[in-house]
């Protein structure tokens, strides 16, 4: 399944928009229905309106009508693994439980995964007992 998430992401890193840092990134995100939504970095000539592959990802998956997000993969064309900035952990943190599984793959292919919570511990929330 996360094979399959990271798989999914890497058949769209062509499609990141990254004329500006040239670095390519694309995430896909598996939804409570099963299905995957993928998505790539988008930036701008404005820097700081960047998106990130991750929350772009998040965005079609919430477009679409997903409501939770299960498993996150994302890969990069540079740099492996890689692994989500903060603001995405806490984007993601939004929609996936703590132990939802987050994803990438290393250098020699193998998958490296980690957890939403492992990756940010204490997010943001208005429920008291989501810290942690
Ligand atoms: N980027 C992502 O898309 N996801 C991450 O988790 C880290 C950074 C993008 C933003 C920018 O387009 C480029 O990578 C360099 O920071």
């Known amino acids: 399944m996360l094979a399959d998430l990271v798989a999914r992401a ?7 928009h990254a004329p500006y840092s ?12 099963g299905r ?11 820097y700081g ?6 929350r772009v990802a998040i965005g079609a998956a919430i477009a679409a009508g ?12 540079k740099l492996h ?6 603001a995405c952990r806490q984007v993601i943190r939004e929609f996936a439980d703590a132990d ?18 492992a990756l940010l511990p204490g997010a943001f929330s208005f429920e008291t007992d989501a810290t942690g």
């Open 100 to 117: 939802a599984p987050v994803a990438s793959d290393a250098a020699d292919g193998t998958l490296v995964a980690t957890t939403a919570g």
């Open 10 to 16: 890497r058949a769209v890193l062509p499609n990141a």
């Open 81 to 86: 693994p890689i692994t989500p900035c903060g």
């Open 36 to 46: 995957v939504h993928v998505g790539v970095n988008v930036e701008n000539a404005s």
């Open 22 to 33: 040239d670095f390519r990134v694309a995430a896909a995100v598996l939804d409570e229905q």
């Open 66 to 77: 997903a409501r939770r997000i299960l498993a996150v993969g994302v890969t990069a064309a």
């Open 49 to 54: 309106l960047t998106n990130c592959a991750e």
